[in-house]
């Protein structure tokens, strides 16, 4: 019976108290709740590297295309025709058809899922629009393919919305000079909720 009052003693000295657990359970949600915010900037950082990779490798197929095209770009699901089609579907339908893009997983990014093949891709597995009548000679700094959403490129700075993949957090751009970028919204100097693409241009941009 000694012992076993001893071993009680022995416990209740080396327990935490009460006080002693809240501050614990404190300092615990402390770190985590600064963790979060970390954690998920890293997780966005990633999927935005996914997508200006994707973005990019649509890029250079178009780009590649254009080459032996006198330096045209595609606007239609007909390489010959040269009336811009009215989405960017169907240019990527045509590009399928043609055998250029054999890759459906790379129309997708932020928010939209890909297409479990080439002949079942609908604009819902399309993450970009398609700026047509641009050519390899034009500007290297103007839009070639960048997150679906924007209409017009009138404006440097492209105002963002929810209904867009990246909401308001920013934008993928990939340029005629075949440089790719995720740019934040604010950065460059473009008021909160806009992304600045550092130039305008008259063309509008195809949605999916």
Not at 73 to 91: E, K, P, S
């Amino acid at each position: 019976m000694r012992k076993i009052i001893r071993g009680l003693k022995k416990l209740k000295a080396n327990s935490f108290t009460l006080v002693e657990l809240l501050v614990v359970i404190s300092i615990i949600g402390l770190l985590a709740g600064l963790a979060v915010p970390a954690i998920q900037g890293g997780l966005d950082k990633a999927k935005q590297g996914v997508d200006v990779s994707n973005a990019r490798q649509l890029g250079i197929i178009f780009f590649s295309e254009a080459n032996d095209n006198n330096g045209m770009y595609r606007v239609n699901g007909d390489l010959t025709n040269t009336q811009a089609a009215g989405n960017f579907l169907t240019i990527v339908q045509g590009m399928f058809s043609n055998g250029v893009l054999t890759s459906a997983k790379i129309l997708s990014g932020q928010g939209v899922i890909p297409a479990t093949s080439t002949n079942a891709v609908t604009a819902a597995n399309i993450a970009f629009g398609y700026v047509p009548n641009l050519t390899t000679s034009d500007d290297g700094q103007i839009p070639l393919i960048l997150t679906k959403g924007p209409t017009s490129l009138a404006q440097s700075n492209v105002t963002l919305q929810d209904t867009y993949p990246w909401k308001k957090k920013g934008i993928v751009v990939y340029r005629v000079g075949n440089s790719a970028e995720f740019i934040k919204a604010g950065a460059n100097g473009a008021p909160a909720g806009s992304a600045n693409l550092g130039m305008t241009n008259s063309n509008s941009v195809l949605q999916p």
